[in-house]
């Protein structure tokens, strides 16, 4: 309906989420116009270690695919880092995050919390990527599709067959739990 009404009715290109950001967004130049100024290219680690300095709270770093980074992370203090891509649709040629996530374990494991990011849309891939050393899985894309087509029930139920996939996947690698997982149980 939101795409009939802006490209066959003519009607003006609207996102509620960004409203306020966008006030003038009537065409797709003004929202990427938007877009690349959130970007800043000089942002460096030490302005992430000021930012430690100055935030008592807990810092996740998000976008980590490289080991080097990832210890940066854990030099500037984070908390936690998520080993993600961003859904890969800025550089489609980026690597997925499933394989950039052994090294990135194998480098800070135990220094802080590793959050794994991208395409986890089933218990498999939770217990794939907790295989690997992830400490957390962070669902975006199944939660949207489920709240889209039902709302909030369907968010419920979507992750209650997150959770039953999970504890079958345990049950056919003959795990009583997440933390007896292993590199070895990969499937």
Not at 54 to 77: F, N, T
Not at 130 to 144: D, E, F, I
């Amino acid at each position: 309906l939101w795409l009939w009404d802006v490209a066959v009715k003519g009607k003006p290109l609207t996102f509620g989420n960004l409203a306020d950001a966008v006030p003038s967004g009537r065409n797709p130049e003004d929202f990427k116009a938007w877009v690349e100024k959130q970007f800043d290219a000089s942002v460096t680690w030490k302005d992430l270690d000021w930012v430690r300095q100055h935030w008592p709270g807990k810092l996740v770093i998000k976008g980590i695919m490289d080991p080097d980074d990832a210890r940066s992370a854990v030099d500037v203090g984070a908390d936690g880092i998520v080993v993600s891509n961003h859904g890969g649709r800025q550089l489609d040629g980026a690597p997925s995050t499933i394989s950039a996530l052994p090294a990135i374990v194998e480098a800070v494991s135990g220094k802080t919390d590793i959050l794994f990011d991208g395409g986890v849309q089933s218990g498999q891939d939770v217990v794939r990527a907790l295989c690997l050393g992830a400490n957390t899985c962070l669902v975006g894309r199944a939660w949207a599709y489920a709240l889209a087509a039902g709302g909030e029930a369907a968010v419920c139920r979507m992750l209650e067959n997150v959770r039953y996939e999970v504890e079958l996947t345990l049950a056919l690698l003959g795990k009583n739990s997440v933390e007896q997982l292993s590199p070895d149980d990969l499937i």
